[in-house]
């Protein structure tokens, strides 16, 4: 089983993945963390996390190669996040087209995998290249992972509703 819940920052989606994650995993899940730590900002942001999910899940971080993280796991991943490990990715010289062949592998993973991600496709255009060639990526990411899935859930105002 493969799930997405996607929607705005702060729109409840980590809230909600890591219930249906709780709810769906026999084991306890493992809530592979893909922040890489970047300022105090990020590490408040990341603590906020820790303490949200406190001892529900076995806790794993890998800001890159998800697929070599999740492969030998035996129960549930929650992946959050997946736009933070775009921007990784981005951010250590891959390709759209690296980041769609990792995504492709991981939903061909036996594993029940939860993915979130942040809907960035529906403000304005951005004014360069770099957090153009983002939003353009995470889309298809978003296309990908919504086709493939066999759950999609969108997250608006704390309010998350069954798309798939």
Not at 55 to 72: D, G, K, Q, S, V
Request: with cysteine.
């Amino acid at each position: 089983m493969k799930a997405l819940f996607i929607g705005g920052i702060k729109s409840g989606k980590s809230l909600h993945a890591e219930a249906f994650a709780l709810k769906h995993s026999k084991l306890p899940p493992v809530y592979l963390a893909t922040t890489e730590f970047i300022d105090e900002e990020m590490k408040e942001r990341i603590d906020l996390h820790k303490i949200q999910r406190s001892e529900n899940f076995l806790t794993l971080e890998e800001p890159m190669n998800l697929l070599e993280a999740i492969r030998p796991l035996k129960t549930l991943v929650l992946l959050e996040c997946t736009s933070m490990w775009i921007n990784n990715m981005l951010h250590h010289g891959f390709k759209d087209k690296d980041i769609k062949e990792h995504l492709e592998k991981l939903l061909c993973l036996p594993q029940d995998i939860v993915f979130v991600l942040n809907d960035v496709g529906s403000g304005i255009i951005p004014d360069n290249a770099l957090a153009r060639e983002y939003v353009d990526i995470s889309g298809k990411s978003a296309q990908l992972l919504g086709k493939n899935c066999d759950r999609v859930f969108h997250c608006i105002a704390g309010i998350c509703t069954k798309i798939k």
